[in-house]
């Protein structure tokens, strides 16, 4: 059964930087994306990026300026670093597995991160 | 931009009775939509994939229908753990998702 587990700070301040972990278990990281997405409290959600087992990476433009998404197939797992974070940087960031090319099958608990000064 | 639109915003029905859930694309998408069911302080659990494939594990009264840009959620008889938020998503334009439907007791 596939899990994903993840962890990361919770509460930065502005100009901080975000930085999430997801670890796979149960399943091959191979053949798929690797992907994050963000839900602003009480809104809908909003993909940020993914990367594959090969390292092909694709970031949402609205924070390509300030992601980092990278893995380690070794110990199957996959982070989001995110720079400069500000208010509205405030969200449930959940790690995913992308399937049949467009939607996400797997999901990880979710990480709260409030971004307050 | 490409946009997804689900209506209604909120509906409100009583266990028992079946519930419609509508989402309307900007464009055509084919039959490439996934549907989402969120409950409160949980991630996103896909029901739906394919416009009308069920995923792993869901219930036979949860099936989708529609193709193109109007797509629709069909719940036949409502349980009480179906009340929750739904969300209809895309590819185009990074993953869209809808802005969801609220599916309260009423």
Same mark, same amino acid.
């Given at each position: 059964?596939?899990?994903?587990?993840?962890?990361? =700070?919770?509460?930065?301040k502005?100009?901080?930087?975000?930085?999430l972990?997801?670890?796979?278990?149960?399943g091959?990281?191979? =053949?798929y994306?690797?992907?994050?997405? %963000?839900?602003p409290?009480?809104k809908?959600?909003?993909?940020?990026?993914?990367?594959n087992?090969?390292g092909?990476i694709?970031?949402?433009?609205?924070?390509?300026s %300030?992601?980092?998404?990278?893995?380690?197939?070794?110990?199957?797992?996959f982070?989001?670093?995110l720079s400069?974070?500000?208010?509205a940087?405030? =969200?449930?960031?959940?790690?995913a597995?992308?399937y049949?090319?467009?939607?996400?099958?797997?999901?990880?608990?979710?990480?709260?991160?409030?971004?307050?000064? | 931009?490409?946009?997804?639109?689900?209506?209604?915003?909120?509906?409100?029905?009583?266990?028992?009775e079946?519930?419609?859930?509508?989402?309307?694309a900007s464009q055509?998408?084919?039959?490439?939509l996934?549907?989402?069911?969120?409950?409160?302080?949980?991630?996103?659990?896909?029901?739906?994939?394919?416009?009308?494939n069920?995923?792993t594990?869901?219930?036979?009264?949860?099936?989708g229908?529609g193709?193109?840009t109007d797509?629709?959620?069909?719940?036949?008889?409502?349980e009480?753990?179906?009340f929750a938020?739904?969300y209809?998503?895309?590819?185009?334009?990074?993953y869209?998702?809808?802005?969801?439907?609220?599916l309260?007791?009423?």
């Amino acid at each position: 059964q596939v899990q994903l587990h993840q962890w990361g =700070a919770g509460l930065l301040k502005p100009s901080e930087t975000l930085s999430l972990t997801c670890a796979l278990s149960g399943g091959s990281f191979g =053949a798929y994306y690797w992907t994050w997405i %963000r839900q602003p409290p009480g809104k809908g959600l909003e993909f940020i990026g993914e990367i594959n087992h090969s390292g092909s990476i694709n970031y949402n433009p609205s924070v390509k300026s %300030r992601v980092t998404i990278s893995a380690d197939t070794s110990t199957n797992q996959f982070s989001l670093r995110l720079s400069s974070v500000t208010a509205a940087d405030t =969200a449930v960031y959940y790690c995913a597995r992308k399937y049949g090319g467009y939607f996400f099958d797997y999901w990880g608990q979710g990480t709260l991160v409030t971004v307050s000064s | 931009e490409f946009v997804l639109t689900q209506s209604p915003a909120t509906l409100s029905l009583s266990a028992g009775e079946r519930a419609t859930l509508s989402c309307r694309a900007s464009q055509s998408v084919s039959s490439s939509l996934a549907w989402y069911q969120q409950k409160p302080g949980q991630p996103p659990r896909l029901l739906i994939y394919g416009a009308s494939n069920r995923a792993t594990g869901i219930p036979a009264r949860f099936s989708g229908g529609g193709s193109g840009t109007d797509f629709t959620l069909t719940i036949s008889t409502l349980e009480p753990e179906d009340f929750a938020v739904y969300y209809c998503q895309h590819l185009s334009n990074w993953y869209t998702f809808g802005q969801g439907t609220k599916l309260e007791i009423k």
